[in-house]
């Protein structure tokens, strides 16, 4: 069969949402995290359906290629669309919020390929060619024409392949691009460590040009996505409110101090220029809370792994007071129902607000998957029974 017909089959298989379901499942992610717009009448919930038959749907989000080697998927859409339609499955099996989604994905460095440096793969990772000294990151600037610069036509190639093939009801996003501090991070390798100490004045230089790669290619790839302004697509199931997702990764290798001066500044300066949007990173960052909660057009903090950050009761009700989100992915530890599971879960917010979570369902227990959007929907109903709008 060519790959050509296996998408097609791919395709065919996505759920097509009910009449009006769409749309409600768009207010509950857009009114997760804005304090301005009304409570949703439910916080969203995504459900996956896991198949332990079919081990290629069930691998880590973007950390393994099913089929295809990245180098392959960056030079060819057909590649790139497969193996992102066989992670996206295990979301349409179940009903629930997740709003099935593709992004054009060339992994962490691909913006700096527009500044004239390559990428290579390596063990399945991708990383700069090589880091640049401090003289070469000085001399690196914005192209005159970043529509041709680098893999951006490879991105465009991309989007343009994959909205002639998909269903309306599947949209094209950005999922997320590094922020300009990772971005610098990958200019420089350890150098850029040393550079917050002894060589200041140029990392911010670099970072500020950085900023202006991020900004406009978002813009760029947005409007060519068809992505609305007010929102992106979190890849392969989320909508996430603001224009944008930075992944800051490196941030939980510094000193507050540091995050401050060199991280803070152009995250805001993103934000404020594409209608706020989330951060993301792995790790333990809690020390970075606070600076990050302090930008006013931050609406929400993705966690890579939430359990290294603390007592998740006491992230809860940080964010809540200060009105950012965050995704409370906390597992099912299979000993208590899933009522009793969200119980805990919603247990320290005040009201629809402040976060949303997701749920994995086994296939062969389908029953269960079937109704986990009705239980969520209860938990929700008793924890908020009080605000007299249930």
């Excluded at 393994?64 to 497969?82: A, S």
């Excluded at 997702?245 to 540091?258: F, G, K």
């Excluded at 998957?369 to 709008?389: K, V």
Aim: glycine fraction near 8%; charge should be negative.
């Amino acid at each position: 069969m060519k790959l050509s017909d296996e998408i097609a089959e791919k395709v065919k298989g996505i759920r097509e949402p009910e009449d009006g379901a769409r749309e409600v499942s768009l207010r509950r992610w857009l009114g997760v995290s804005d304090p301005d717009v009304p409570e949703p009448d439910y916080l969203p919930l995504t459900v996956a359906g896991i198949d332990e038959d079919r081990p290629d749907e069930n691998v880590p989000i973007g950390m393994d290629d099913v089929r295809f080697p990245k180098d392959e998927q960056f030079d060819d859409p057909e590649k790139m669309l497969y193996e992102q339609l066989v992670g996206m499955a295990r979301f349409t099996r179940f009903p629930g919020d997740a709003v099935p989604c593709i992004a054009p994905q060339f992994n962490n460095p691909w913006l700096l390929t527009c500044l004239g440096l390559r990428q290579v793969v390596s063990d399945g990772s991708v990383w700069p060619e090589r880091c640049l000294c401090r003289e070469e990151a000085a001399a690196l600037h914005m192209p005159d024409d970043l529509a041709s610069a680098g893999l951006m036509p490879n991105a465009v190639r991309f989007v343009q392949y994959a909205r002639s093939v998909l269903p309306d009801h599947v949209p094209l996003g950005l999922y997320y691009m590094m922020s300009p501090f990772d971005l610098a991070y990958l200019v420089r390798g350890d150098g850029f460590f040393t550079d917050m100490v002894d060589a200041p004045d140029g990392l911010h230089l670099l970072l500020d040009m950085l900023t202006d790669l991020f900004i406009e290619s978002t813009r760029l790839l947005k409007a060519e996505c068809g992505e609305p302004a007010d929102r992106c697509y979190y890849w392969p199931s989320t909508v996430l409110q603001g224009g944008c997702m930075l992944c800051e990764d490196v941030t939980v290798m510094v000193s507050p101090a540091q995050h401050r001066e060199f991280c803070i500044p152009y995250t805001r300066r993103c934000l404020d220029a594409l209608g706020g949007g989330w951060v993301h990173f792995c790790g333990d960052g809690r020390q970075l809370l606070d600076s990050y909660l302090d930008i006013a057009n931050l609406r929400g903090v993705q966690f890579g792994q939430l359990d290294l950050n603390g007592p998740t009761d006491a992230i809860v009700r940080r964010f809540v007071e200060r009105g950012k989100a965050f995704n409370c992915v906390v597992p099912w530890d299979g000993e208590h129902s899933w009522a009793e599971h969200f119980d805990r879960m919603l247990a320290p917010l005040a009201g629809r607000k402040g976060l949303y979570t997701g749920a994995w369902i086994p296939v062969e227990t389908p029953d269960v998957g079937e109704s986990i959007l009705a239980t969520w929907h209860a938990a929700q109903d008793r924890a908020f029974a009080n605000l007299g709008d249930t």
